[in-house]
Structure formats: C-alpha cells, structure tokens
C-alpha cells in the first residue's frame, strides 16, 4: 500500500466479492444464516454485497489499463523532448525545481479525489514531462548518451519486473506491502532531510552525481531503484485487484496514473545510478 493513488481508492483495496452463483467448496457465500452448503434454495435471494451489478459505464480491464498507461506515458515523453531539446540552460534548474513541486501537489491533490479526473492525469503527465527532460537535460550536459542507457533500462526493468510478476506467479501479501510502505516512506524521509541539509550547504553525501560518489550515495541508489520495482510489483497486484473488484471503467485512468508515478521514479533513480559509473 505504499503508492497514495491505490492508497486512497476504496475499489482496489477492498476484497473482491465472489462472483454471482460461484464460491469456495464447502462455504456458503449467502451467509452463515442461511444454514445450507452449495447451491441455494430455488428463490432464494442473495445479500446485496454479492449481487454484483456492472457500473453504468463498463468495468475496468487489463486493456483498459494498458491503453490509459501508454497515453500518460507517451505524453510524459512528448514534454521530456520538448523540454530536453527547446529549454534554454539558464531555466534549466528553475524548471527542474517547479516541475518537481508542481508534480508532487497534483499527485497528492488527484490521488484524493474520489473520482480520479482525466485531466488531473494528463496535467500531471505534462509536468513530469517537463521534469524528466530538464533532469534528463542535466545528465545529458554532464554524461553524454547517458539519457538513452537510462531509458532503455527502465523499460527493461519494468518489462522483466512484469515478466516475473506474471510468470513466477508472485503473491503480494499485506506483509509485503507493508513492508514496501515502512521503505518508501523511510526513503522519502532521508531524501527530504538531505534536501534541507543541502539548502543549508551540509552535504551528507547521500545524493551524489557522477564517478566520485560515495559507497553511501552508491547504496542508497540501489536501495531505492529496489523499492522502485517492489512498488512497481505492488502497482500490479492493485491493477489486479481492481479487475477483480469489477471496478468502474473510469479507475482505469487511476491504474495508469499510479504506474506512470512509479515509472518515472524508476527512471530517475536509474538515471541517477548510471551516473555512477560514468567518467
């Protein structure tokens, strides 16, 4: 539970009600007062938790998701290149610093609304465009090709991440996603210190960019390109969950907007890594 856009929803954390006419041998999914095994009583009406009634619109589906997902994608990538070709270098930190605040007030402003709006998303999707190209732009100043590597790698890393998730049969367990929780927002923690100590010009060595950073700096990328893909394979099981659920249609922009949030951690922190061993 450690992305606020799943957090916040009710459709995919709740469990998802066994479908009309179908539940586990040996229970009863009309009720412990209905005193019966298996099928039920000619005329008898279930409870209205288990009369599951598509919504108006249609129900969410993995293509839905899939589709919704690689709009807010392609519009992040159409932001990032225009902002990595056509931003002048001295609004190069000034829009790397807005995008980022900007960024983080839409996704806690749209992550609480009971009805994700499509236009949250996609102003939300322009805004982390803007700053994946200027943070993408300052790499690229500094460790020439570097951009390319990085966006390579994130498409691997989330295709191989799917891939396992999919194939392996992975289970996310309340355990697991608490304990990605506990992580995440520990790393949110350190990295909002850090930002602080920078403002003041203590440097804790905790961030670094390029070939002289610390083992320090070197762990905390790796750690949080981990908790990146852990939150990623969270991503999924909500995505799941919520198919499951028979989530309205609409959710599925609320599916997409989480893993575009996730993905774009994930690059930024490869990004960062890959500095690391670059001269």
Known sequence: MANPIFRNSETFNRRPAPPQGQ?????????????????????YQPPQAYQQQAPAGGVMTLDDVIAKTAATLLLVFV?????????????????????????????LFVARRHTIPVGGVMFYAAIEGVFVGAISKFFETMFEGIV????????????????????????????????VYIGTAAMAGVFLLNLVLALFGIDTGIRDV??????????????????????????????????????????????????????VWLYVEILRILSYFRN
Request: charged share 10%; glycine share 12%; proline share 6%.
């Open 23 to 43: 539940f586990q041998q040996g229970q009863s999914p009309w009720g412990q007062q209905a005193g019966f095994q298996g099928q039920p009583p000619q005329g």
């Open 210 to 263: 390029g070939g002289g950073a610390g083992l320090l700096s070197i762990a905390i990328s790796v750690l949080a390109v981990g908790l990146a893909v852990f939150n990623l394979i969270v991503d999924f099981d909500f995505v799941e969950r919520g198919i499951a659920s028979r989530a309205p249609a609409t959710e599925s922009w609320r599916a997409a907007f989480g893993i575009t949030v996730t993905m």
């Open 148 to 179: 390319v590597s990085a966006v390579l790698a994130t498409f691997v890393a989330a295709g191989a991440t799917l891939a396992a998730y999919k194939f392996f049969n992975i289970r996310v367990t309340p355990k697991f996603r608490k304990m």
């Open 79 to 107: 932001a990032a290149a225009a902002t990595f070709m056509l931003l002048p270098p001295q609004f190069l930190f000034p829009a790397l610093i807005g995008s980022a605040i900007v960024g983080f007030v839409t996704v």
